[in-house]
């Protein structure tokens, strides 16, 4: 799903949220994050970006890699304990993240991320 999202001030950030659950058949991950990768690639490089998304995959995987090469910043980089949730963004300057974690994976947990726009 994808979303322009008014800030205010005529401002807008596009937001795309998924759902890449299907832990048992990775091409259909593989194909999935292809596809949010390459709207990326093809969105202007002034639109600010917001990827709410539940990659089934831990940090640094191919399928988390690839949305990394695409342009997206992680709002967790370090956080190795993940494996479904993720806050990735592009065009935002992040001013604040936080994990809740309340079970023993990641799609037992809550993720807030405070972000502005550049000046």
Not at 21 to 26: I, L, P, Q, S
Not at 39 to 49: H, M
Not at 67 to 79: C, F, I, M, N, R
Not at 83 to 102: K, M, N, P, S
Request: proline share 5%; charged share 25%; hydrophobic share 35%.
């Amino acid at each position: 799903m994808d979303a322009k999202l008014d800030v205010g001030g005529g401002k807008h950030v596009q937001v795309v949220v998924t759902h890449f659950g299907n832990h048992r058949d990775v091409l259909d991950r593989q194909l999935q994050t292809q596809e949010v990768a390459a709207v990326l690639r093809r969105a202007p490089e002034s639109v600010p970006y917001l990827f709410l998304g539940y990659l089934t995959n831990s940090p640094y995987s191919p399928h988390y890699n690839m949305l990394v090469d695409a342009g997206w910043k992680d709002s967790a980089p370090h956080e190795m304990r993940r494996w479904c949730q993720y806050i990735f963004y592009r065009g935002l300057v992040l001013e604040a993240f936080r994990r809740y974690d309340t079970g023993d994976t990641s799609d037992t947990e809550a993720q807030i991320g405070h972000f502005r726009l550049p000046k």
